[in-house]
């Protein structure tokens, strides 16, 4: 680091990111050259469509770029909505291949686990009670791994980006914590089974495959709410968190009507199934790992949101979730969140109001509904303006340095992304990470980017094992025809005064305009 470079202690944000580049070099007049943000780009010029790719995907690199200039914008959009090519380079996909979690179904995994947890606890001897239970944490905290490493290789390498960002978007609106009971041994089987294959599709089909899942079931209880004994958790966030919003229209009645519908959903872990009265076998369903138990479910006539519901037993959920999935509040509270995710921090009502209408008339088909939210000029006015999490820093950072080169060991993106505060299903409570900048532009938030900027920078070892490369070298004509042109005199006298290819390189992937997508 230069001698002169210090760190602001105050709270920064992307403008003032902009003088910690600016203490490099010690003058008042590079800080405010750098205090201004880098300009939106609204064409698909070459230019242009750097700043589309680096927002639609976790980071414009070569060969993405590469890929969407040959297609044209509207031929690469469609793509990116709707996924062909989800193909990963061979050696990335044999690592995920080689995954327990990708190798053995969840159900057998958790009996394993839930066997050996069992076990500990029997034990008399309390050295060996401890040393067990450490074991089944420990296996508990390698799935985790596992889920989230997978994530993330899929994050840097898949040509289907949109698909990627959006499954983080959907893991963070269905969100689940890893630290409670057994949900580090789901958390890969929620994101495979539940979210991935329907980041891009129906948001009703979203919703279903959520309720079924015994990682949600786990988080917020539901696998503990029966008749006579309800558990309002699960209902509670369906609504206000997963669907119609906190000012969505619905009162407590509905809470609790929905805890009851929601009653007898749960999660079995035992091999064979519960043992029901024959008048209600042909009410028991089982799949996998979850379960609807008709002997714990409330049977009485309910109404929701001022109408009754019709269906019984596991149909009467599906009944109330297509009203919640096709409610004019669950369109809006969705369509400001994608917004936000997308455009801005403060969201244009014109732009969110059209959005929500999309949603609506198309049934809730996220892909159609991304659809009028990308054609909008207010997204095309924003290009470059978004402040990146600590998620689309890190991926970014590491798909520009590396390109398609394959990464033997993703611990340590693992590692700084859980130093920056948003570690995969690290959220204890079920309201998600938060998307607005003032949540990731703290001082000491920069100051660890900055850390992450150089380890980047110089081939951390960790992303390669023992025969790391050679520094990356990103100040070549690809640079200059992409990047440059949006930086500002205070961000290239900076990279000027660099001594090497590694200090260059920090300079770059620290600088406020990286920071900003």
């Given at each position: ?14 403008r003032?990111?902009?003088?910690i580049?600016?203490?490099v ?6 800080l ?6 880098p300009?939106?780009?609204?064409d698909?010029?070459?230019q ?16 993405t770029?590469a890929s ?6 509207t ?5 990116q909505?709707h ?25 057998s995994?958790?009996?394993?686990l839930s066997?050996?947890?069992q ?26 791994r596992?889920?989230?490493s997978r994530?993330?290789?899929r ?7 949109l ?7 959907w ?30 599709g129906r ?37 206000e ?8 229209g ?10 009851q ?13 519960a043992?029901?009265?024959?008048a209600?076998q042909a ?15 409330d ?5 929701l949101?001022?109408?009754?519901l ?12 297509d009203?919640?999935?096709r409610h004019p ?5 969705i369509?400001r969140?994608?917004?936000?995710f ?12 059209r ?10 088909d996220?892909?159609?509904?991304l659809?009028?939210l ?7 006015a ?11 820093y ?12 394959p990464?033997e060991?993703?611990?340590?993106m ?8 948003q ?6 409570a079920?309201d ?12 000491g938030?920069?100051a660890?980017r900055?850390?992450i900027a150089r ?12 025969a ?15 990047i440059?042109?949006?930086?500002s ?8 005064q660099a ?17 900003a997508r």
């Open positions: 680091m230069p001698r002169s470079f210090v760190l602001s202690p105050v709270p920064a944000s992307p003032r990111l902009g003088g580049v600016s203490a070099l010690a003058t008042a007049a590079l405010a050259a750098c205090s201004t943000p300009a939106g780009r609204a698909f010029s070459p242009g469509a750097y700043a589309w790719v680096d927002r639609i995907s976790w980071g414009a690199n070569p060969s770029l969407a200039t040959r297609m044209g914008r031929a690469w959009l469609n793509e909505l996924p062909t090519d989800t193909a990963l380079p061979a050696s990335v996909q044999a690592q995920i291949d080689a995954m327990p979690i990708s190798r053995e179904p969840t159900p995994l958790l009996r394993t066997a050996a947890n076990a500990a606890n029997a034990l008399t001897d309390d050295a060996a009670k401890q040393a067990a239970r450490q074991v089944y944490q420990q296996d508990l905290n390698e799935l985790a596992q889920a989230e994530a993330l290789l994050a840097v390498y898949s040509p289907a980006q698909q990627e960002q959006m499954s983080w978007f893991v963070n609106h269905f969100g689940v914590f890893r630290g409670k009971r057994d949900i580090r041994a789901l958390v890969g089987d929620y994101e495979e089974q539940a979210i991935r294959p329907y980041a891009l948001f009703r089909d979203l919703l279903g495959a959520v309720v079924r899942h015994p990682a949600m079931l786990r988080y917020l209880d539901n696998d503990q709410n029966a008749v006579g004994k309800i558990n309002e958790n699960y209902a509670r966030e369906l609504m968190l997963h669907t119609l919003g906190v000012d969505g619905y009162q407590q009645a509905d809470v609790q009507m929905l805890a519908v929601l009653t007898g959903v749960g999660v079995r872990v035992p091999e064979d199934d043992k029901i009265r024959p209600l009410q028991y369903v089982r799949t996998g790992l979850f379960e609807f138990n008709p002997a714990r479910h049977a009485t006539p309910k109404t949101l001022g109408a009754p019709h269906a019984k037993g596991l149909a009467e959920v599906d009944e109330a979730l009203r919640l999935a509040s669950t369109a809006r509270f369509a969140k994608l917004v936000t997308f455009v801005s921090d403060d969201p244009p009502p014109a732009l969110v109001d959005v929500a209408q999309a949603f609506l008339h198309t049934d809730g996220i892909a159609k509904t659809k009028v990308f054609d909008a000029p207010e997204f095309s924003s290009l470059g303006q978004g402040f990146k999490d600590p998620v689309h890190v991926v970014s950072a590491v798909r520009l340095a590396y390109g398609d080169r990464l060991d993703t611990a340590p693992q590692g700084w992304i859980r130093r920056l505060g570690a995969r299903y690290g959220h204890v079920p998600g990470y938060p998307m607005l900048a003032s949540a990731w532009n703290g001082s938030q920069l660890t900055f850390e380890a980047i920078g110089t081939s951390d070892r960790g992303l390669f094992g023992a790391p490369p050679a520094a990356p070298i990103l100040s070549g004509p690809w640079f200059t025809q992409h440059a042109p949006s930086l005199p205070a961000t290239r006298d900076a990279l000027a001594k090497n290819a590694q200090e260059w390189n920090t300079f770059l992937l620290s600088s406020p305009e990286f920071m």
